[in-house]
């Protein structure tokens, strides 16, 4: 299993801003996800984070928008640049080991 | 390509009455199959998974899961729900080939009533 943390846990923001949100996983893993979770609905993959290169982004997702880092087997960022209202969501870090998918607790953001 | 569909969007019940959340799953690989549970305000919690072996699954909290492959399902049940078994529960499914990036459907909202 993994044990992953994220911060921070919640924030609120203005629009036109941007919030870098950190995932650290207590063990080293290959693949990293970043998922949103808008109110009341389920998991949308926003990207893969691979060590040592690109995140690869799902359909509706965009670099710019979306900035990733993976500098190491323990660590991600996720950036959610120029904020608008509809950014409000959780966003999710998840590490997959073998078939296995583990989560972080969350980043509760709200942007007004 | 793999999808999940949950069968009931919201399915309400009363304390202490039996309860059966509905999934069905499409793959065209070896499928490993999960439950996941989040409470209000809260991060996801695995409840129980199928990897190989027996096809009934038991989870925590009095949960289980059957794994039907000629039915394509994995239906969570429990005897007897709480009222802390309010939630919204969450099944996907993962293939051997995507190293445990799995596939969510849209979930369902459990509610218990006294």
């Known amino acids: 299993s993994a044990v992953i943390s994220q911060k921070p846990s919640r924030d609120i923001c203005q629009r036109g801003t941007s919030l870098t949100i950190q995932c650290q996983v207590d063990?080293?893993?290959?693949?990293m996800f970043w998922y949103r979770q808008q109110p009341g609905q389920s998991l949308t993959l926003i990207a893969t984070?691979?060590?040592?290169?690109?995140?690869?982004?799902e359909s509706g997702f965009v670099i710019d928008k979306f900035p990733i880092s993976r500098p190491n087997l323990t660590f991600s960022t996720l950036t959610v640049s120029n904020m608008s209202p509809e950014d409000s969501s959780i966003y999710l870090c998840s590490v997959g080991q073998r078939y296995e998918q583990y989560f972080g607790p969350g980043t509760r953001l709200t942007v007004t | 390509a793999q999808s999940v569909t949950q069968l009931d969007s919201q399915v309400p019940v009363f304390e202490e009455a039996p309860v059966e959340l509905r999934c069905n799953y499409s793959?065209?690989?070896?499928?490993?199959l999960f439950w996941y549970v989040q409470y209000p305000n809260q991060g996801l919690q695995l409840l129980l998974k199928y990897l190989s072996g027996s096809t009934l699954v038991k989870g925590i909290n009095g949960f289980e899961a059957e794994f039907n492959k000629s039915q394509t399902s994995f239906h969570l049940r429990k005897p007897s729900v709480h009222i802390s078994d309010t939630a919204e529960y969450f099944c996907?499914?993962?293939?051997?080939?995507?190293?445990?990036?799995?596939?969510f459907g849209d979930g369902t909202t459990l509610t218990v009533k006294p």
């Open positions: 984070a691979n060590q040592g290169s690109e995140a690869t982004y």
């Open positions: 996907a499914v993962s293939g051997n080939t995507n190293a445990g990036k799995s596939t």
């Open positions: 793959s065209s690989v070896s499928v490993y």
């Open positions: 063990s080293q893993v290959t693949m």
